[in-house]
């Protein structure tokens, strides 16, 4: 079924029989809550609840929400499941795609990219495509790799996660829209990377991109350089079932006290400079959810937000040189 750009197939048959459902889609298909909820009530009979909540990824699952409303099923549109996140409750995920031309992509990489061992990777809307361009690029070496535990699909990328992409690759094909996957990719592969926009079909050069992540490298040390003299940290754990790192968060916070630094654990929903500032001021921030908090979000801060890779510098537990970008997974 269409919907603008996707083609969601919804899985009628499987949700028939639940009584009531709780619908969560992110930002990008909210649009198309409404009508995906009159579908499913006329066909399946369900009652249909709308989270009207953010929902970032299939790391981000209603389950507060679901309960409150005694749902017996949440169904998750828009993200492939993160196969390591497990929970005590039924969740049915739906895939959104985004079509594109296999062909015509491969045809621009033979065109292209003269790296013959390549390690194709995209996110959920396009994965489904990454094969069929693989049997088109005769003469190249594509490798699909299968990744961590978080990864569903051979060739999926997630912006914590990019373990699919083979090390042996000379280089690394991303199709997809946006530079925070190839940015991304650059600064943990250190490979040259290739972005191919299935939709406008651009690609973009790879030495741009690194430049891109270079320049993103040096705003993250300088972050690191004004956390030095901090003394006071709030230590953000994530409340979203597929962030948390509770773990981790206590053994920086055990990292900090032996330093004989001042720090609080700090559990949160979305993370949002007001919620913060009501806890009273804290001189530097480290997030343990979601990667992208520290790197997308920090000019959105009065002090530094630094993910747990960057603390290990301040504390002296890393060379700045031994930057690594934060991810789930190594
Ligand atoms: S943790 Fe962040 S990057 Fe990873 S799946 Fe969730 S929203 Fe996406």
């Not at 409404?34 to 066909?43: C, H, P, T, V």
């Not at 993160?82 to 296999?102: C, K, L, M």
């Not at 990454?130 to 060739?155: F, N, P, T």
């Amino acid at each position: 079924m269409r919907f603008g750009s996707y083609r969601i197939d919804i899985p009628f048959d499987k949700i028939r029989g639940n009584k009531r459902i709780l619908l969560q889609l992110p930002a990008g298909l909210k649009i198309y809550a409404r009508k995906i909820s009159d579908l499913i009530e006329e066909i399946t009979g369900s009652e249909v609840i709308l989270s009207s909540s953010s929902c970032f990824g299939a790391c981000d699952l209603a389950l507060d929400e679901a309960k409150a409303v005694s749902a017996d099923l949440i169904l998750h549109m828009g993200h492939l499941p993160i196969p390591s996140v497990r929970v005590d409750f039924p969740v049915e995920f739906v895939n959104a795609v985004i079509e594109i031309d296999p062909e015509r992509i491969a045809r621009m990489i033979r065109d292209n990219i003269y790296e013959k061992k390549v390690s194709l990777v995209s996110t959920a809307q396009h994965v489904d495509y990454l094969e069929e361009i693989g049997r088109l690029l005769k003469g190249y070496d594509v490798l699909l790799g299968k990744g961590s535990e978080r990864i569903a699909k051979a060739g999926l990328v997630l912006g914590c996660d990019f373990s699919s992409i083979d090390a042996g690759a000379d280089a690394v094909i991303f199709i997809g829209t946006g530079s925070f996957h190839p940015i991304g990719i650059c600064m943990a592969r250190k490979k040259r990377v290739y972005s191919i926009d299935p939709l406008s079909m651009r690609i973009s050069n790879p030495e741009e991109l690194m430049e891109m992540a270079r320049k993103l490298m040096r705003i993250r040390l300088s972050l690191v350089s004004r956390s030095m003299d901090a003394r006071s940290f709030g230590i953000i754990v994530s409340k979203k079932v597929g962030q948390n790192r509770f773990g981790l968060a206590r053994r920086i916070k055990r990292d900090l006290e032996k330093r004989e630094k001042k720090a609080h654990l700090l559990i949160m929903d979305d993370v949002r400079p007001d919620l913060i500032e009501d806890l009273g001021g804290f001189d530097c921030l480290v997030s343990t959810a979601c990667p992208r908090v520290a790197i997308d979000d920090y000019q959105g801060f009065d002090i530094p937000i630094l993910t747990p890779v960057e603390l290990e510098m301040v504390i002296g537990k890393r060379r700045m040189e031994d930057y690594e970008i934060d991810t789930f997974s190594p």
